[in-house]
């Protein structure tokens, strides 16, 4: 069973950068999006972005100036750097797997518990 | 204001029938692009309910269908039970946003 933790700071000053890593375990990192996705206090979901295994990587447009994702597929890691953060980047943070084969999507069916991330100083 | 539109709140009794709506655009959904729904109980990460549009993951039980057709979709939950009470999530894609993935705003199912 593929499991994904989220790991990295709680708290982070505003205008510093926010860095975030998932762990992949019981399963392969290859053949996947690698996904964020957070969710501010009493709202909604919100696509940040994802990395394929490949390193290659598309950000939503409104983060992308601010928006950095890597992998290292030796680690089974994948990892989220957000930088000059401000109050409104306060959120849990999800990392997720989201399927794709021959042209079709399969969905983010693997999900992480989710990490608080508080921008506060 | 989420690229993909969906109610705030529905809610029904236990036993009834319930559908929530996801409304996009030509970019999105009327391109042709598949859409996901997501489970989000109380306190915990999301949950995919139903891939590719109508498709169930293995052990989602088969009250739960979804459905697609031009620019919207919609996802129904016959015989409500009250662990049904949760938020739930369309997802896409749009072709405007440089492929990126978008969720409906979400909407707060009330088992009554």
């Known amino acids: 069973q593929v499991q994904l933790q989220e790991s990295g700071p709680g708290l982070v000053k505003p205008s510093e950068t926010l860095s975030l890593t998932c762990t992949v375990s019981?399963?392969?990192?290859?053949?996947?999006?690698w996904t964020w996705i957070r969710q501010p206090p009493g709202k909604g979901l919100e696509w940040i972005g994802y990395?394929?295994?490949?390193?290659?990587?598309i950000y939503y447009p409104s983060l992308k100036s601010r928006v950095t994702m890597s992998v290292d597929t030796s680690k089974k890691q994948f990892s989220l750097r957000l930088s000059s953060v401000t109050a409104a980047d306060t959120a849990v943070y999800y990392c997720?797997?989201?399927?794709?084969?021959?042209?079709?999507?399969?969905?983010?069916?693997?999900w992480g518990q989710g990490t608080t991330v508080t921008v506060s100083s | 204001q989420s690229v993909l539109t969906q109610p705030p709140s529905v809610s029904g009794a236990p036993g009834q029938r319930v559908t929530i709506s996801c409304t996009g655009s030509?970019?999105?959904?009327?391109?042709?692009?598949?859409v996901h729904w997501y489970q989000q109980l109380p306190g915990t990460a999301p949950k995919l309910l139903i891939y590719?549009?109508?498709n169930r993951p293995s052990g989602v039980p088969d009250r739960f269908s979804g459905s697609k057709s031009g620019t919207s979709a919609s996802l129904a939950i016959t015989g409500l039970q009250a662990e049904d009470e949760a938020d739930y999530y369309c997802?896409?894609?749009?072709?405007?946003?440089?492929?990126?993935?978008?969720f409906g705003g979400g909407t707060k199912l009330t088992v009554l």
């Open positions: 019981g399963g392969s990192i290859s053949s996947y999006y």
């Open positions: 590719a549009n109508t």
């Open positions: 990395i394929y295994y490949t390193g290659s990587s």
């Open positions: 030509s970019s999105n959904i009327g391109a042709g692009f598949d």
């Open positions: 997720a797997r989201e399927g794709y084969s021959d042209g079709q999507y399969y969905g983010m069916d693997v």
């Open positions: 997802q896409s894609y749009d072709s405007s946003l440089s492929g990126s993935r978008v």
